[in-house]
């Protein structure tokens, strides 16, 4: 798929009036969000290198943070502090955090990913299709370079 943008000023329309309208091609495809036909949330528009072009937007058309991600995010960096404040067990300190050990242990995991990664879903500029289970493939890879990979997010640059 090839998406095109015209444009005309109408500052001075009898000027430009003869002027070709200004075209741009990005090759792109469109993809469709959940693999059964009654799950489906969407369509996303999808670079060629397969990253998502179609963020999550919210009332002011800016990128909006998918909340299940920022609330997983965040409660393991809070279960992260409080282990390093206190010194206790994994277990003791999620029972005081009114959390499951199971729970804590798996959240304790995304503290590994890189600050882009995490920048890009406190953002919400993360793509729509990325599911806290991609969050948690991703911190199995130590390198940020690899965990940009596998969620498809842009290259970081040294």
């Known amino acids: 798929m090839t998406r095109s943008c015209e444009s005309q000023h109408r500052r001075n329309e009898s000027s430009e009036s003869?002027?070709?309208?200004?075209?741009?091609?990005?090759?792109?495809?469109?993809e469709c969000i959940?693999?059964?036909?009654?799950?489906?949330?969407?369509?996303?528009?999808?670079?060629?290198?397969g990253r998502d072009l179609t963020p999550r937007l919210g009332a002011h058309l800016r990128p909006e943070p998918a909340p299940h991600l920022v609330r997983a995010i965040g409660q393991a960096?809070?279960?992260?502090?409080?282990?390093?404040?206190?010194?206790?067990e994994?277990?003791?300190?999620?029972?005081?955090l009114s959390l499951h050990p199971g729970r804590a242990h798996h959240l304790l995991h995304l503290t590994r990913?890189?600050?882009?990664?995490?920048?890009a879903v406190l953002t919400g500029t993360i793509g729509r299709r990325i599911a806290l289970t991609d969050l948690h493939a991703a911190a199995d890879h130590i390198e940020w370079t690899t965990q940009h990979k596998h969620?498809?997010?842009p290259a970081i640059h040294d």
């Open 77 to 88: 960096f809070a279960l992260h502090e409080e282990l390093l404040a206190t010194g206790d």
């Open 34 to 49: 959940g693999h059964d036909e009654r799950l489906r949330r969407g369509r996303l528009i999808v670079a060629p290198n």
């Open 113 to 119: 990913l890189s600050p882009d990664v995490i920048r």
């Open 90 to 96: 994994v277990n003791d300190v999620a029972r005081r």
């Open 151 to 153: 969620l498809r997010l």
């Open 18 to 30: 003869n002027a070709p309208p200004s075209r741009v091609d990005l090759p792109a495809r469109l």
